[in-house]
Every structure is written in structure tokens, then in C-alpha cells.
């Protein structure tokens, strides 16, 4: 059975304090995987696709990789504004659907 | 501004009551999605819609319905609404590559009593 699973559930960080969220998927298939936050009350905002193993994208304090089994979140000097929830999700091949991790609860304090 | 608009953003309804929730989008996408987000149990997808006039069930298409008339409009129906239907509800457009990921709603919260 095709299946994403995020750690850890909850993250709680200082400023200035970085760190990884981690999403390993057991798929058949991979055709994409996506990087989503997710603030209160509102829905998912898209952040990054990784196709293949060894592929990383960047944006300001984030930058996401992927291996074969799984993908990882780096939160370099993480700010308070950085506090969210990021959402993992796969797209296989053959398929026109997400599979979605349930979530990293990043909180971030000054 | 372009992107993925629902309506209502909040609904209570009574056991047994129906009604449906209307997804929006500006931006010629051909996909369509309907998702429900419970705590711990991550998105999970109800329906979706490759195009126009088009329709397939997802993971828990129990007790929904949906209709994709045009193009634009992605609308989920509930028949006889449950307790268990309590959730946020997600809707998502995506164009026909994945680069870009898919676009959400901001969601409707839906309780029923």
C-alpha cells in the first residue's frame, strides 16, 4: 500500500535554531513529491516539487532533498514567521492524485 | 485575484440535512480536486476531476457527490449529512503538468450537529 509518513508530528524550535523535518514514502511509482505549508485556517501553499534522488530547491530559509525513500526539510536559522504546518505529499505514476503525510507542527519561538 | 475560491467558509448543519459546497477557480486548470482534513489523518481525497463533465472517486467518496458542469466550478454534495462529515474541506485545481503543484482553497468548515 502506497503510504507517506512525516516526523516528527511536532517540532518546537528557538530562533535562530535549524533543523530537518523528514517525509520517507513507500510508493510505487514516484512521479513527483511536493512541499506544502500550511498556516491556521488556511489551505495548503505550495513550496517546492522534487522529481529524482539527489534533486534540492531552495527558497529563502528552506531548502528540500530527496533519496530514493524519502525527502527531507531543512529550516536553516529559522524564524518565528517560519511557524506553520509543513505538508509532505507524493504523486505517483498512472495516478491524477496526492498522497498526503499528516504534517509537521513547526513552532518557532523568539 | 487569480486562484481557488469556496464558498461558504463556515456551515453547522443538522444530521440528515444536505447541501453543497462550491469550488471556484480562475486559472483554466483541467484538474480537480475535493480533499477533507481531520486531525491526524492528514488530507485525504473525497473526489476529483480530470475535466470538464468529468468525475472519479478518490479514498472516501462514501456519502458525497460531485458534478464539474464547467470548467470553472468543482461543486461537492452532500445528501444527508452525518457527524462523521465534520471537517474541513479542501478544494484544489491543478494544470495539466505537476511543476508547479497543486493550487487549494482556503477551505469550508463544516460541522454538523
Known amino acids: 500500500e502506497d503510504q507517506v509518513t512525516q516526523s516528527p508530528e511536532a517540532l518546537r524550535l528557538q530562533e535562530g535554531e535549524s533543523s530537518s523535518l523528514n517525509c520517507s514514502y513507500t510508493v510505487s511509482g514516484l512521479r513527483g513529491l511536493f512541499w506544502y505549508r500550511q498556516d491556521p485556517g488556511k489551505g495548503p501553499e505550495f513550496l517546492f516539487t522534487?522529481?529524482?534522488a539527489g534533486e534540492e530547491k531552495e527558497k529563502e530559509r528552506l531548502k528540500a532533498t530527496l533519496t530514493k525513500k524519502e525527502s527531507f526539510l531543512h529550516i536553516t536559522a529559522p524564524k518565528p514567521e517560519d511557524s506553520a504546518t509543513y505538508l509532505c505529499a507524493v504523486h505517483l505514476y498512472n495516478t491524477d492524485k496526492l498522497i498526503f503525510g499528516t504534517g509537521t507542527r513547526l513552532q518557532v519561538f523568539p | 485575484n487569480a486562484g481557488v475560491t469556496q464558498t461558504p467558509k463556515f456551515r453547522v448543519l443538522k444530521t440528515g440535512q444536505s447541501m453543497t459546497l462550491l469550488c471556484a477557480q480562475d486559472m483554466n486548470h483541467e484538474y480537480m480536486y475535493w480533499y477533507r482534513q481531520d486531525p491526524g489523518m492528514g488530507l485525504r481525497l473525497i473526489h476529483y476531476s480530470v475535466g470538464e463533465g468529468t468525475t472519479a472517486k478518490g479514498e472516501v467518496p462514501d456519502g458525497y457527490n460531485v458534478s464539474r458542469l464547467k470548467k470553472q466550478n468543482f461543486l461537492l454534495g452532500l445528501e444527508s449529512a452525518a457527524p462523521s462529515q465534520t471537517s474541513v474541506y479542501f478544494c484544489a485545481s491543478r494544470d495539466v503538468g505537476t511543476r508547479y503543484g497543486y493550487t487549494f482553497g482556503s477551505g469550508t468548515r463544516l460541522t454538523v450537529v
Open positions: 522534487l522529481y529524482s
